[in-house]
């Protein structure tokens, strides 16, 4: 039986023109050479619609609708209801995570966010209870997820906490569902030519081959 890797890109530049993509890339085809049982499933936040969360969607905080109150919404609305369970159940059957992203305003990309929100479901990733803490639901099986994040600068590790909101957020989010391994891989330094660009790149390549030998899927 085959295990899914699910790649989730948020950059609207082409692969070639992207750092974050091009490593995302080069670790996926080596992460697939190393585990012939696993089969990709793509999803870009800048080509695939990914719904605007609306409060008739939801029958309580984080807990979308069942069918039967689907069907009493208009079409369209029924679709984008749809669509927002087919984007949890997908992240839901994936056993690897990679997420390729570039670093906005110490953030991400807002379609990431949107996704996000899309996920983070009430009784399908997560469950919460009454006078209890939040418990992960995607700790079911070993999962992993890594998280390729390109930068023009360098940040020092001092300043990570204040500086890396966007990784840091990934981190908690993906711990709150239950992918208690979350790996982050730093593109930084891309600087602002080519070759600075390239040394950027070649170097996570690098860290990646060190990252991939520390997943154990089998």
């Keep these: 039986m085959s295990r899914k890797l699910l790649y989730i890109s948020v950059n609207s530049k082409p692969e070639n023109l992207s750092s974050s993509k091009s490593v995302a890339r080069d670790f996926i085809n080596k992460f697939l050479e ?9 999803v870009d936040l800048y080509k695939e619609h990914i719904p605007r969360l609306e ?13 039967e109150a689907t069907k009493k919404l208009p079409e369209k609305e029924q679709k984008e209801v749809q669509r927002i369970r087919e984007l949890c159940d997908q992240f839901i059957s994936a056993d690897m995570y990679v997420i390729a992203a570039p670093m906005w305003s110490v953030s991400f990309p807002a379609p990431l966010k949107e ?18 803490k939040p418990k992960g639901l995607l700790e079911d099986k070993k999962r992993a ?8 600068g360098s940040i020092p590790w001092i300043l990570d906490p ?23 891989l730093k593109v930084d330094g891309t ?21 991939i030998n520390g997943l154990d899927f089998n």
């Design 34 to 42: 190393k585990n012939k049982d696993f089969e990709v499933e793509e």
């Design 55 to 67: 409060y008739q969607y939801f029958e309580s905080r984080n807990c979308i609708i069942n069918e």
């Design 115 to 132: 996704y996000i929100d899309c996920i983070v479901q009430i009784n399908k990733t997560i469950l919460i209870e009454k006078d209890k």
């Design 145 to 152: 997820l890594v998280y390729i994040q390109s930068s023009g």
């Design 162 to 184: 204040i500086m890396d909101k966007g990784e840091n957020y990934i981190a908690s989010i993906m711990k709150l569902m239950g992918i208690k391994d979350v790996i982050e």
């Design 191 to 211: 600087g602002t030519t080519e070759e600075e660009g390239q040394n950027s790149i070649n170097k996570a390549k690098e860290k990646s081959n060190d990252i």
